[in-house]
């Protein structure tokens, strides 16, 4: 009895010492995506007021959780039956991804008109505060949502050839680590001026601190701003990045080309390609409505 207690306690500190080793390998390959993860994931959550910022980040971050505890358990069923659909699913996704970014581009050209949106029983303005922070909420959750299905599947994809406990706590502890991690960056970015408020409050006029809470101050608005920008390059590049990596004969085209160039062409052409289609069936429908 008591030897196969402790052959238990072998197996099982045999299989966390698995675990912690194929962790250390599929975070070092999901660490180009969790990159752009937090460069997407950190411009949709700044911009708010102050006294939102957190709130909303705490909403965005419950959305990425309920993401992992679908994704995980169906990302492991279409493993082991379903294989041959994940690749269609990344590929969907990153459809999604590319139209999303080119649509940021084309807006910072051309603008959108601020029009009304109907509710059940009143009209509502687009610009109206809350009205804004729903919507950025929600194309925030469902960005993570895509983010986070690659993120599994390339977790996934490392530890196919282990036993089914070690895929479920490896793919697991990567997929909401990240999700602690990405999330818990963000909130020190879009709380850094108050960071640098306080530094001043408590340092005197010529001490480090001071220099500290000024910078962090007037760092922030560069940062939102650089955010922006390298949240949009992400959605791009990633969309490209999902396309070459699961498309073969994408894949083959202008090997010449730096690996990343090609994800941004490829990104972009889709992007457009997406973005066109839906503005023809916007369109289509309006004049159909009428």
Do not use: C
């Amino acid at each position: 009895m008591a030897s196969g207690f402790f052959a238990l306690l072998d197996d099982i500190a045999a299989l966390m010492d698995d675990v912690v080793v194929m962790s250390k390998i599929t975070t070092k390959k999901t660490a180009g995506i969790l990159g752009d993860d937090l460069a997407v994931n950190a411009e949709k959550a700044t911009g708010f007021v102050s006294s939102r910022e957190l709130p909303v980040l705490w909403a965005i971050t419950k959305g990425s959780l309920l993401n992992k505890l679908i994704i995980l358990p169906i990302a492991f069923l279409l493993s082991s039956f379903l294989s041959w659909a994940i690749p269609l699913i990344l590929i969907f996704g990153g459809v999604y991804l590319a139209y999303e970014g080119v649509e940021k581009i084309v807006e910072f050209f051309i603008p959108h008109k601020h029009l009304t949106a109907e509710t059940k029983n009143d009209k509502v303005l687009e610009n109206d505060p809350i009205v804004i922070e729903k919507k950025k909420i929600k194309s925030a959750i469902l960005t993570d949502f895509i983010l986070s299905v690659e993120i599994v599947i390339i977790a996934l994809g490392t530890v196919l050839g282990k036993p089914i406990s070690t895929q479920i706590l490896v793919v697991s502890f990567v997929a909401f680590v990240a999700t602690i991690g990405v999330y818990g960056i963000v909130a020190l970015i879009v709380r850094m001026d108050d960071l640098g408020f306080k530094l001043l409050k408590s340092a005197n006029q010529k001490s480090v601190s001071t220099i500290i809470g000024n910078f962090l101050i007037k760092s922030l608005p560069v940062v939102i701003k650089s955010l922006s920008v390298i949240g949009t390059v992400a959605l791009i590049l990633v969309a490209g990045g999902i396309f070459t990596h699961n498309i073969e004969f994408l894949h083959h085209i202008m090997e010449v080309l730096p690996a990343m160039l090609k994800d941004a062409i490829f990104g972009l052409v889709v992007g457009f390609l997406a973005f066109l289609i839906l503005e023809l069936f916007k369109k289509g429908y309006k004049i159909i409505k009428k």
